[in-house]
Nanobody, 121 residues
Framework: QVQLQESGPGLVKPSQTLSLTCTVS??????????WSWIRQPPGKGMEWMGV???????YYSPSLKSRSSISRDTSKNQFSLQLSSVTPEDTAVYYCARVQGGYSGNFDHWGQGTQVTVST
């Protein structure tokens, strides 16, 4: 059974870089059938897709976040990470990592439990 677990600081100051890691167990992040995504949900708002890293390491980002986002991976640890630069309080959200079935544009079939990130002084 595939499991995903987000980790990272719960509090980030404005203008700093938010860094989160998703540790995957029960499946390899290099499998080309799957991709691995970051999604967030700000308080009182809907889910926002942020970006994805495919099994071959290629990345795709939401146009609205592309200039500030970077997704990378550590295959030796079976982890993938998100960096979001120049954060503002509007980046406060619950951040989720998820597996995408059938390539980077497929359906989410496994999710992490989510981690709250607050941007504040």
């Amino acid at each position: 059974q595939v499991q995903l677990q987000e980790s990272g600081p719960g509090l980030v100051k404005p203008s700093q870089t938010l860094s989160l890691t998703c540790t995957v167990s029960g499946g390899s992040i290099t499998t080309t059938y799957y991709a691995w995504s970051w999604i967030r949900q700000p308080p009182g708002k809907g889910m926002e897709w942020m970006g994805v890293i495919a099994g071959d390491g290629s990345t795709y980002y939401s146009p609205s976040l592309k200039s500030r986002s970077s997704i990378s991976r550590d295959t030796s640890k079976n982890q993938f990470s998100l960096q979001l630069s120049s954060v503002t309080p509007e980046d406060t959200a619950v951040y989720y990592c998820a597996r995408v079935q059938g390539g980077y544009s497929g359906n989410f079939d496994h999710w992490g439990q989510g981690t709250q990130v607050t941007v504040s002084t």
